[in-house]
């Protein structure tokens, strides 16, 4: 059974422009201990979809117009604000780009950890204090016995971002949502922070969500990537099948516009050219059709719908359809 189940998820916000349909129709799962990646341009609704599961996202503004998220087989979206407090936290932990926009500049860093303990766990505050060093021990952070009485500001970025992390794994969650965890670090910090997380998630079985526009990263830690397009998931699959047989074109895209390793000097990059449609008013069709380069007529009226491609790798995306492979539908669109 999945540990989440994010069903035909519709999310958008209510602007002065109009009604920006953000999230539309997402469904995947995340299994224990599994990490799924989700990838896409800025704008894909990646960090919605992962606020939603969280019902992070400002309230007047925003309207859950559809779906549900089933986290142990309850649907989040139902949860009553106080009830939400003791899952975030508790159950499914976070860690954000930016860490100083997370932790509170005004306590030091060990009494964040403290407090989680303390309110979620029960702990009495010396345990709970106890717990926080071996945390901070436990990421990698040196003295920790100091550093548990020390502000945030007086941590370098790397120990900030170890610290969140700290404090997203003290309650041991079943979850850990990371929205681009280290798209802020310099390389080098970057590689120690995912070796972290992969390490903690061997220790602990978390399951992790990891929100990134970044593929060198996802395929370094993931199982399975889910790529999304205009708020839409466009392709899904493990982290062999999204990097070696993709079939979706903006998946296809996607690698092509990232530098590789094995790339030599008279390879060069592809971005994808155009921009993504607006979603105040998304495309009825493919939301890709105007920078796909394969598109067809069909695309343009009819919104492919994910289909299994064999082997559980899901592709919306008319070329793949079951029905265009016995029909033969044109391609010169
Ligand atoms: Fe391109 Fe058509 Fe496939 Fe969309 S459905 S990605 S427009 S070929
Ligand atoms: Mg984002």
């Not at 945390?135 to 016995?145: E, K, T």
């Not at 061997?202 to 526009?213: D, F, N, P, R, Y």
């Not at 993931?222 to 070696?244: K, L, P, S």
């Not at 394969?294 to 592709?315: F, I, N």
Request: overall charge negative; charged content about 20%.
């Amino acid at each position: 059974m999945a540990l989440l189940e994010v069903r035909d998820l519709s999310v958008s916000f209510h602007t002065y422009a109009g009604e920006v349909q953000a999230v539309r129709g997402v469904s995947f799962t995340v299994s224990k201990g599994e990490t799924i990646g989700i990838v896409g341009e800025s704008g894909c609704g990646k960090s919605v979809t992962a606020q939603s599961i969280m019902k992070l996202l400002p309230e007047p503004l925003v309207n859950y117009k559809h779906g549900q998220i089933l986290f142990n087989d309850q649907d989040l979206l139902q949860k009553e604000e106080k009830a939400m407090q003791q899952v975030r936290g508790n159950d499914i932990g976070m860690i954000f780009q930016d860490p100083m926009t997370s932790l509170n500049p005004t306590m030091h860093v060990g009494d964040q950890i403290v407090e989680g303990l303390v309110k979620h766990q029960g702990l009495s505050h010396r345990d709970a204090h106890e717990r926080a060093v071996e945390a901070l021990r436990l990421v990698g952070i040196s003295q920790p016995d100091e550093r548990v009485r020390q502000y945030p500001h007086e941590f370098s970025g790397g120990m900030r971002q170890r610290a969140m992390i700290a404090i997203a794994l003290a309650c041991r969650p079943k979850l850990l949502l990371a929205d681009e965890p280290t798209t802020a670090l310099d390389v080098t910090i970057q590689a120690q922070i995912l070796e972290l997380m992969k390490k903690l998630q061997a220790q602990t079985g978390t399951a992790i969500i990891l929100i990134t526009h970044d593929l060198g990263v996802v395929a370094d830690i993931c199982d399975r990537v889910v790529v999304m397009y205009a708020g839409e998931v466009v392709e899904m699959g493990t982290v062999d099948q999204i990097f070696y047989t993709s079939k979706h074109p903006y998946t296809s895209g996607l690698l092509a516009s990232v530098p590789r390793l094995n790339m030599n000097r008279h390879d060069s990059l592809h971005p994808i050219m155009g921009t993504p449609p607006d979603l105040l008013h998304p495309p009825v069709g493919c939301s890709f059709f105007a920078r796909c380069s394969y598109a067809m007529e069909v695309c343009r009226v009819h919104k492919p719908l994910l289909e299994d491609q064999g082997d559980h790798q899901y592709t919306a995306c008319w070329l793949h359809h079951p029905l265009a492979q016995q029909t033969g539908t044109d391609r010169s669109g």
